[in-house]
C-alpha cells in the first residue's frame, strides 16, 4: 500500500497545494514565499524521508501568519489522510538533534490527541523574513490537524537559525519514525484497538 496524500485548501488569505508521500525518499520541491520557512520544510522531508511538494500563495502582504499556519493545517492533513486507520504503524517517535551548539528534542505519540508542549526559547524574533514565533504556530497547526501528541524541547542553544533547524530535523526523524511499519503490529498499538 503507497501511503500518499494530495491536499488544496483555500481561503481568503491562502491557497495552498501539496502532496506527501510517507514513504519516500526526501525529495521536496518547495515554495511558500517565506525563504527560511522553505528551507526549513525542505530540511524536515530531507530528515524525515517524506517526499513533499508544496505551494502556498498567501498574504505576506501582511505578514507570514496565515501562510505559516495554514501550511501547517495543510501537511497535518496530508499525514492524516496518508496514515488512513494507522494499522500497523510505530506510532512512537523520538529524535534528539544537534546543530552546532543547539541540542533539540522532539518526542510524539500519532495518538489522535492533538497536543503541543513546546518549551524553546529562539532569541531572534525574526530569521530572514520568517517571524520565530511562528515556528510554534506551525507545530500546533501540525499536531492538531494530524492528531499528534507533540513535545518539543530545547536541550541547548544559542543561535536562532541552528535552534530551528535543530527543531525541523528532529520533527521529520520522530514522525519517521512513528510512521514506520512494524509486522509485529496487528490492527493498531493500542489497547483500545483505535487511535
Known amino acids: ?3 500518499t496524500a494530495s491536499l488544496k485548501r483555500q481561503t481568503a488569505e491562502t491557497k495552498i497545494t501539496a502532496t506527501l ?3 519516500g ?3 521536496s520541491e518547495i515554495t511558500t514565499g517565506i525563504g527560511f ?3 526549513m520544510l525542505i530540511l524536515f522531508a530531507k530528515h524525515g524521508f517524506f517526499d513533499l511538494t508544496l505551494k502556498a500563495d ?3 502582504f501582511i505578514d507570514g501568519h496565515h501562510t505559516v499556519e495554514d501550511v501547517g493545517i495543510v501537511l497535518g492533513q496530508a499525514f492524516a489522510q496518508a496514515l488512513g ?3 500497523g504503524i510505530k506510532r512512537y517517535g523520538t529524535a534528539f538533534v544537534p546543530m552546532d551548539e543547539a541540542l533539540v528534542l522532539v518526542s510524539l505519540d500519532i495518538s489522535g490527541r492533538p497536543f503541543l508542549a513546546f518549551d524553546v526559547d529562539i532569541p531572534t524574533e525574526r530569521i530572514g523574513t520568517f517571524d520565530s514565533e511562528l515556528t510554534e504556530e506551525f507545530l500546533r497547526a501540525l499536531a492538531v490537524h494530524a492528531g499528534l501528541t507533540l ?3 530545547l536541550m541547548a542553544g544559542k543561535n536562532a537559525h541552528h535552534i530551528v533547524e535543530g527543531v525541523f530535523k528532529a520533527l521529520g526523524r520522530a514522525l519517521d519514525e512513528a510512521t514506520r511499519k512494524d509486522e509485529r503490529i496487528v490492527g493498531v498499538l493500542s489497547t483500545k484497538g483505535m487511535l
Request: zero cysteines.
Open 1 to 3: 500500500m503507497i501511503r
Open 21 to 23: 508521500g510517507i514513504d
Open 25 to 27: 525518499t526526501g525529495r
Open 37 to 39: 520557512f522553505d528551507h
Open 58 to 60: 498567501g498574504d505576506l
Open 85 to 87: 486507520d494507522k494499522s
Open 151 to 153: 513535545h518539543v524541547r
